[in-house]
């Protein structure tokens, strides 16, 4: 072949068109026009509503695992700030239900202080105010101990009291407390007087802890269930007029001359707090007089001055 026959034109893979500054400047001035003309006349407005409607699909289906996890992300975080919140509702509320819980038993507490002060007008004797420490740990006693004791002017015998009723009588004064045996004590007894038949007895205390009863009552007395019993006075121990117990029950056997008559204190021993206690009464009244000493007999005198001699 010869050379003139050769094609010296270059093939099409390695043709060039225009240059690479030719296009940059070509379509650099097409964006410049076609952005001008979008701004002036909104010409493809309609091109792009077009291309979102077909696209919002897409984007739709491409957004769903975003939003998932940025729904799952806030669920989880609400959860959390939930759980947060119940748990300081619940704080809350308990510390809600235990300053209402307090406050019932001040106002209980202070129901209970003012239904006792209430007393003092009614009682002629000095009173004073005290708080029960603790109960002796005795099963076969019912015996409670006061913060009061000799220093704070106690003495052996002095009623104590609160708003319902009798509830015992110091027995044994130390200095800084007082020990209280009380009308259920199976030692325990008290003169009571019946206002409804002007009947004098005695109450005594059974032993169980909880109940008290008549002891001497004919089975013919005139003792019916549901009558207040008070103190009498007569004893010098306790003032008159304060409440004892309530007849709850009444047994006339007739295998036996006597009735057996229970009671119930006024006054529940249990869950007492707060009591009063007072000066006994025998310190308010005058001196018993003293029986005149039995004279000597003049045989003895007379024989004891015949010995001299």
Do not use: W
């Amino acid at each position: 072949m010869s050379l003139g026959t050769l094609e010296r034109s270059p093939p099409p893979f390695f043709r060039q068109g225009p240059s690479a500054l030719t296009k940059v400047v070509f379509f650099s001035a097409l964006a410049l026009f076609l952005m001008a003309a979008d701004s002036r006349f909104t010409l493809t407005q309609p091109l792009r509503s077009a291309m979102a409607t077909v696209l919002l699909p897409a984007q739709q289906a491409l957004s769903l695992p975003v939003a998932a996890y940025r729904q799952a992300g806030d669920y989880l975080q609400g959860l959390e700030a939930a759980r947060a919140q119940e748990n300081a509702m619940r704080a809350k509320l308990a510390q809600q239900a235990e300053r209402s819980s307090r406050a019932d038993r001040l106002v209980e507490e202070n129901t209970r202080l003012r239904a006792l002060l209430e007393l003092r007008p009614q009682v002629t004797v000095k009173s004073q105010p005290a708080e029960v420490l603790y109960e002796a740990p005795d099963a076969y006693s019912r015996k409670i101990f006061l913060d009061r004791g000799s220093q704070h002017g106690l003495v052996a015998g002095s009623p104590v009291i609160n708003e319902q009723g009798v509830l015992g009588q110091v027995t044994r004064v130390y200095p800084l407390s007082a020990e209280v045996t009380l009308l259920v004590d199976k030692d325990a007894a008290i003169p009571v007087l019946n206002p409804r038949t002007e009947h004098r007895s005695a109450a005594f205390g059974t032993g169980d802890g909880r109940a008290m009863e008549l002891r001497f009552m004919a089975s013919n007395d005139d003792v019916q269930v549901g009558d207040v019993l008070i103190t009498s006075g007569v004893d010098g121990v306790y003032p008159q007029g304060l409440q004892v117990a309530r007849v709850a029950k009444v047994d006339a056997r007739g295998d036996t001359s006597f009735a057996r008559i229970s009671l119930t204190p006024t006054a529940p021993p249990d869950g007492v707090r707060h009591v009063l206690v007072l000066e006994p009464l025998a310190l308010h009244q005058p001196p018993r007089p003293q029986e005149p000493a039995e004279p000597e007999r003049s045989s003895s005198r007379h024989g004891r001055v015949g010995g001299r001699k």
